[in-house]
């Protein structure tokens, strides 16, 4: 066993991992696989694939085992491990265990083919249904609850929220800002990369920026999060890729899942259901915490846009 392999395992925790950090649970190490192994290097792609492929019998194996199933080393099964989630390959072990026992207890659920050119609209609608609800499903697992509710702590006291995001990201960005708004909270979304940074100048701290990106490394989404950082606001990232240059300027980071990429639907199209699932959360713990402001506010909004929802009587 190498002498890195050997520290990682010497008191059961990952180098400057705090000791008492709890690992994910099963659920969460099959949804930080589908999450996280299309940015390992092909080595760790090996090794997290085949704990995905037959949980119960990596289980069964020693470190010096599944490095020669893979054709990899130790030590990257253990940087595999870490990456993760886990303290060392011990506690990835338990995790693959307890993934196993509930794939034969049915729990787990099935795979589907990627959509062919030629399918049904009926099979169409039944493998997007289904991978919905995986990337939900994937989301909720992996979703950090202490980093969410400091989010929410930072949220819910800001003098001023900024929410970057281009493309898909920026519909989802404009969707929290105006939901902060509803509860009678500043927020502007922005997805012009020039007026986000003269924006982020302009904060400071007690303040909110969030930066939304799947890929965690777009310029310009990443760029205003930087001046926000600098100037002293509270930054947070909403990212398929928590170990991507957005995380640099991050104070909370929420990682986010996504439905396997094909053709007829990338990545940019299937992130957005988990950013929005990620956005709710944000939004409920903010409307909990501000619960006596904010119910005044949303029925106010209710009452204002209510007649523009009353079916209006035709004239002749």
Do not use: W
Not at 204 to 221: E, K, N, P, Y
């Amino acid at each position: 066993m190498t002498n890195d392999v050997k520290e990682i395992f010497s008191n059961g925790t990952a180098k400057g991992r705090p000791g008492g950090e709890a690992a994910p649970a099963p659920a969460a190490l099959a949804a930080k696989v589908r999450t996280l192994a299309p940015s390992m290097t092909r080595s760790m792609q090996r090794v997290a694939e085949a704990v995905a492929a037959d949980p119960a019998g990596c289980a069964a194996l020693t470190v010096t085992g599944l490095a020669e199933l893979t054709g990899t080393s130790e030590a990257t099964v253990v940087r595999t491990a870490r990456l993760l989630g886990y303290p060392g390959y011990r506690d990835l072990r338990l995790a693959l265990a307890g993934l196993a026992a509930q794939q034969q207890s049915g729990r787990a659920p099935s795979v589907t083919a990627d959509i062919a050119v030629d399918d049904p609209i009926a099979d169409v609608v039944a493998k997007l249904a289904h991978d919905e609800q995986q990337t939900l499903a994937d989301t909720a697992a992996g979703l950090d609850t202490i980093q969410l509710g400091a989010a929410v702590t930072a949220l819910a006291a800001a003098r001023r929220t900024d929410i970057y995001g281009v493309g898909a990201s920026g519909l989802v960005a404009q969707d929290l800002a105006q939901k902060l708004l509803r509860i009678g909270l500043v927020a502007h979304a922005h997805s012009d990369p020039h007026l986000a940074v003269t924006n982020a100048v302009q904060l400071r701290t007690g303040d909110v920026a969030i930066a939304i990106t799947h890929s965690g490394s777009t310029g310009d989404v990443i760029e205003p999060l930087r001046v926000a950082f600098d100037r002293g606001a509270t930054t947070v990232a909403i990212t398929g890729r928590p170990d991507g240059p957005v995380s640099q300027y991050a104070d909370h980071i929420l990682t986010t899942s996504t439905a396997r990429e094909s053709e007829l639907r990338p990545a940019a199209m299937s992130s957005r259901t988990s950013q929005l699932l990620v956005v709710d959360c944000l939004f409920t713990g903010v409307t909990q915490r501000t619960y006596e402001s904010a119910a005044p506010a949303l029925s106010a909004s209710y009452e204002a846009l209510a007649h523009r929802h009353s079916p209006r009587t035709r004239t002749r």
